[in-house]
């Protein structure tokens, strides 16, 4: 795989983790209370996802110019003036995402429940998950990846057995 196509699919995956936080509040879009989609921001805010928000478009804006300026090493300088300027109107659509992602949680949970989460998050516990959560999440995708082959070959492994057992040549 080469560096460009390397980068398209990181490109790729990030933009479909993005629509998949946003995917179910588009299709649903049911009417919930102003309170409780406040509250559903409010969530998204003291839990740290809507400055993850923020990293995510970071990340993918400096990997698609990486990818930009690859193509035309010469131009980066001219790519830079008006790729700039395009990165921060683009991140001026967050709050999008965060009445997408608030509406998510809105439909999900009662006022009540969306109060007992910001109080949680509040608290000296859920500000520190809050800041590791996404430390954990890359160890748990890291060990869910590592899980997964060994389990595939186990799995593939034990399949040709019993299917040579079997009369099968796999």
Known sequence: MTKKEFIMR???SLLFGLMLIAAPAMAEQQAVDKERLALGKEVLE??????????????????IFKMLVAQKPDKADKIREFFIPMMKEMAARKGELMEQA????AEEFTAAELKELVAFYKTPVGQKLARRIPIIMRKMNA???????????DIIKKAKEEAKRRGIDL
């Open 10 to 12: 990181f490109v790729v």
């Open 143 to 153: 060990a869910g990846s590592t899980w997964g082959r060994q389990v595939a070959r």
């Open 102 to 105: 608030g509406r998510i949680y």
């Open 46 to 63: 003291v839990s740290g996802a809507a400055a993850s928000f923020e990293k995510v478009l970071d990340l993918m804006g400096g990997q």
